[in-house]
């Protein structure tokens, strides 16, 4: 069950953090002109420094989305750039995520940390039936988690429950957009692609001890 106190203090938290956007803005530039580098996935060095990583692509998740104002962005950049990943036309690609198109359905967050799963467990090869049915798995992980983390997986409930203590819709006019801006929108809405990317890559990183050592 969502823990809505401890929640809200992330929030205020994140409304009240000094972000690094000259850091922020160099890792993506980077991103940008080189493309998301390969890593070599080293099965025992992950699990040994899993608290490490989760908690870095959490970071991440929540710096990306403050850069970047995309929740779907900031989730599956987080863990596509610690996994390496996926390349930045799928970033470029989930531009109309954040709320489904800001229509009021499912956190971009949520889109995010699915886009990254299925990246990882997926496969280019369109019949490979099993690789889907491990994407299924992990979505079947992903969802229930970050709901009972969070206490739903639709953008209004959470910006009335947790973020802002009712929905801004923020793309209904110019007027709700601007109340969403003074109200630090951006800076307090990193709380959910920082927790998505981690349940992501915490899935991921089970996936990975679960593999059968070479």
């Known amino acids: 069950m969502a823990d809505y106190e401890a929640l809200k203090h992330k929030v205020q938290k994140l409304a009240e953090r ?24 080293n099965r025992y060095e992950i699990i040994s420094h899993k608290a490490e990583i989760l908690d870095r692509v959490q970071r991440l998740g929540e710096e990306y989305e403050y850069l970047s104002h995309s929740c779907a962005k900031g989730s599956a950049l987080a863990v596509m750039d610690e996994f390496g990943l996926g390349n930045m036309e799928i970033i470029r690609a989930l531009s109309p995520f954040p709320g489904f198109g800001m229509t009021g359905w499912i956190c971009g967050a949520v889109t995010g940390g699915l886009i990254a799963l299925g990246l990882y467990f997926g496969s280019d090869d369109l019949v490979n039936y099993e690789g889907t049915g491990l994407t299924m798995t992990a979505a079947r992980k ?54 998505g990317a981690r349940i992501a890559a915490q899935i991921i990183i089970e996936g990975i001890a679960e593999e059968k050592p070479a």
């Open 18 to 41: 000094v972000w690094d956007d000259p850091g922020t803005g160099a890792r993506f530039r980077k991103l940008a002109q080189e493309g998301i580098p390969g890593k070599s996935r």
């Open 142 to 195: 992903f969802i229930p988690r970050f709901e009972e983390e969070v206490g739903s997986i639709l953008c209004p409930k959470i910006q009335e429950d947790v973020i802002f203590g009712s929905y801004m819709d923020p793309r209904g006019s110019q007027e709700n957009f601007e109340a969403f801006r003074r109200a630090k929108g951006y800076e307090k809405c990193a709380l959910l692609p920082g927790i």
